[in-house]
């Protein structure tokens, strides 16, 4: 998962191979909590693991259920008509899943609970869910505002089950004789609360739930009633208005279930097959292959497909799995202008929104107020983020038109607020297409973990674009400059790879020394054979061979100075070319050593020369020795140092010098932190050309110090 401020999406070409996604939100959440509810063990199979699921499973926990996690299987038992352990105080983050069915069994199971989340979730309304509690005598009490969460539930219950009577000493009895009356046009998370809980209350009588209003999301009431089934709880239904519970019902646990790939998530890699051409996939395959959904699904949102193929995409599918291509030009390329009620896909809508960005004319999306109180209001921040990229965008209470914009250099690049939602992360990622050629900043790439926190490796695993055009920051310089530390932490801000080109030569050194090679022309050849075959990895802050962890030992000021004499062999520095550019890779790079600009990556988008006093350096290095428990003194440092340069400097190959487009940057009086900034904002003013750079001079370039 990418844990950075922000994600730089250099603009990318095609897309072709297999993407497994992560399990369904809805199933996941639903699932939990009716395990949570039935007799016995249920094992859930591929269930999510998601910031919305860990609230649930740490709630779950809370209140008395065994909760086991395996890999990607979890194991609940649950109560089984056992009372909820109580007094708790649960946190549900920004999981509306959560929150409004724990709601509404924790006020029939009875206890005293506080629920709270995030202050986003203090915003979204619950009042409607809480009425229809309160309607049945349930006690539940508004923490904060009226109609919103956080809420306390107090002494509510009924039998727990049909064949236990008694009811909680002092808490009125349930009113169950009249219909459950709920409104079901804000959102359908209110009817599908009461239809995971009124079950506990159905022993001895049946339970009707009459909807008021337009029910929404019509799709998601069919999960809830397509699961509740696999866990013993028949419902009735009459249209969309009307639910009846059978009397006598009991969840009981199917033993086993697997969650389905997530509906939502697949959106964004059916529009990716939509806009993306591209072969490269298994045997060379044309489009993107979704693993673990088919065209059968039982989430809603599978009906984005039939939007998808409305605009253009060719989907293909079977009983678990989707293949996804770009139409024939002229047929379904450019996309085609969609008017679409989305009532039924409110989620999956949003990725229409950008797919919109790729179509001939104008797009409507209809029936789409549910945006407004989501994660954030989806209407206002997909409308923001599609004006930014150049698009005409018309926004009513409920509907959004989008317009592309008209031609190619209309395009901007743009920096998208995501509003921590993960949905307008990853709609807006896929604006990375964009004809113009242009850069896509998506701000806190992290809110994806709501649903997909791999989301940006995922469409990196199938993303594909020349490795010349993938973004590299070459930053070279003398020893001690403090290159090694800006270029990681550069890698580290940015959510880059990172090349320690020096630990290359380093461990080349050491390996051949252990082998019992010396360091001159004429063991030039089976040093070189060394360096093609090092097993070496980086892992973390690691430095890896074979097995062998030789960050430490690499560190030293003689293997540094035997690196200097390896690295002026010609054909060593050949064997270590094609293995220095096997790290250019998405989304980005940042190479740190003495030829980065000049020899490796010559056309690198930005490339910074660092440079830094004699007497800077020296103390430096010092310091840095002495804290790692190496013995030093700086007259012998200053001596070495100097001897390295020159080497360096003078040697026959790829010498140590400013490349020609380098920015020179002399940070003896700067601390790290602004070495940093500043080399972030030149990175910055590259991309997207919008800061001032501060103490940038133009064309500066001058010897090293
Ligand atoms: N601007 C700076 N101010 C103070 N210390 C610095 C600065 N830049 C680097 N250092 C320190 O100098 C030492 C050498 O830096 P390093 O990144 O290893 O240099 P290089 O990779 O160029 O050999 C490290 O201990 C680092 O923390
Ligand atoms: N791209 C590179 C990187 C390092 N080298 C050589 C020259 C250096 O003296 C040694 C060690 O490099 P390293 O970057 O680890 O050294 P410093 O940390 O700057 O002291 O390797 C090189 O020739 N080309």
Redesign the pocket.
Known sequence: MYSTAFIDLPALDAAAGEVRLPGSKSISNRVLLLAALSNGTTTVHQLLASDDTRVMLDALRQIGCAVDEAGSSVHITGLGGRAPRAPAKLFLGNAGTAMRPLTAALALLGGEFELSGVARMHQRPIGDLVDALRQLGCRIDYLGNDGYPPLRIAHAACAPAPDVPALVPGVPPLALAEPIRVRGDVSSQFLTALLMALPLAAGRQSIVIEVLGELISKPYIAITLELLARFGIVVERQGWQRFTIAAGSRYQSPGSIHVEADASSASYFIALGAIASGAGGPNGAQGIRIAGLGLDSIQGDIRFVEAARAMGAVVTGGPHWLHVQRGAPGQGWPLKAIDIDCNHIPDAAMTLAVMALYAQGSSRLRNIASWRVKETDRIAAMAAGLRQLGASVEEGADFIRITPPPRTEDWKAASIDTHDDHRVAMCFALAAFNPAGLPIRIQDPKCVAKTFPDYFEALFSVAQLAAERIPVICI??????G??TLAAALARQLGYRFL???????ITALVALRSGLRIDAGHEERIAALARTLPVRFESDRVLLGSDDLTEA?RSEEV??N??R???LPAV?AALVAL?HSFRRLPGLVA?????GTV?FPAAALKVYLTASLACRAER?YKQLISKGFSANIADLCADLQE?DA??GT?SV?P?KPAQDALLLDNSCQTMDQTVALVLAWWQEKQFGAVSAPGRQPGAVTAPG
């Open positions: 070279d310089g003398p020893t001690a400059s290159k090694g320690d080109s020096g630990a290359l030569y380093r690499i540094g100075m690196a200097s390896v690295s002026a520095r220095q740190d050593g003495r030829d980065m490796i290095r390295r080497r360096d040697r790829a140590l």
